[in-house]
């Protein structure tokens, strides 16, 4: 048992020292979409899609403690 515990752990090592690698000496996608101007939209998708999940939260836990009043109240 303890022999397959030292292989899975150094196989998962492994595999995180191959995520480090660039591939073909590209440049990261990030550095990419900053360069082609598409970043901003990129951004702008992100925190809309952030604002509407805080948004929702934020109605969900008004309704959430309108009814518990209701519920504490009878």
């Known amino acids: 048992m303890k022999k397959l515990l030292s292989f899975l752990t150094l196989m ?9 690698d660039n591939a073909a000496g590209e440049p990261e ?4 979409l900053y360069a ?3 970043i901003y939209a ?13 948004i929702y939260l934020i109605t969900l836990d008004k309704k959430i403690s309108k009814i518990e009043k209701t519920l504490n109240s009878k």
């Open 42 to 54: 990129v951004v702008a998708v992100v925190v809309t899609i952030f604002l509407g999940v805080v």
């Open 12 to 20: 998962l090592v492994s595999l995180a020292s191959f995520a480090q």
């Open 36 to 38: 082609d101007g598409r």
């Open 29 to 32: 996608m990030a550095d990419k």
